[in-house]
């Protein structure tokens, strides 16, 4: 069984910066596939940032090109997602996904919420 923990939420202003990071554990839990979504009331999930070690994969969304980075290790079950010059519409709850190499069903942290505001 996956567990998967956030941290780096919280409350910035606009143009600043936050890191979020995920990590997974569990016994013998090798992820693959980790990414960040995000969701705001009355929407669905975003896509942010996608990594998977079995394709090499590691990009982030159009939307968010150019200000956010993601990071994920070889080998790695830590994925983080550097957010630079953060804007209003970044706000939101960021949720990690993973997949691990054995399963075939995704995994879902329990979300951190970002809030950029003025």
């Known amino acids: 069984q996956v567990e998967i923990w956030e941290f780096g939420g919280g409350s910035v202003a606009i143009g600043e910066s936050l890191r979020l990071s995920c990590v997974a554990s569990?016994?013998?839990?090798?992820?693959?596939?980790m990414a960040w979504y995000r969701q705001t009331p009355g929407s669905g999930r975003e896509l942010v940032a996608f990594t998977s070690l079995s394709s090499g994969v590691k990009n982030v969304a159009d939307s968010v090109k150019g200000r956010f980075t993601v990071f994920r290790e070889e080998f790695s079950n830590t994925m983080s997602l550097q957010m630079t010059s953060l804007k209003p519409e970044d706000t939101a709850v960021y949720y990690c996904?993973?997949?691990?190499?054995?399963?075939?069903?995704?995994?879902w942290g329990q979300g951190t919420q970002v809030t950029v505001s003025s």
């Open positions: 569990g016994s013998r839990v090798k992820a693959d596939r």
């Open positions: 996904l993973v997949r691990s190499f054995s399963a075939s069903v995704d995994s």
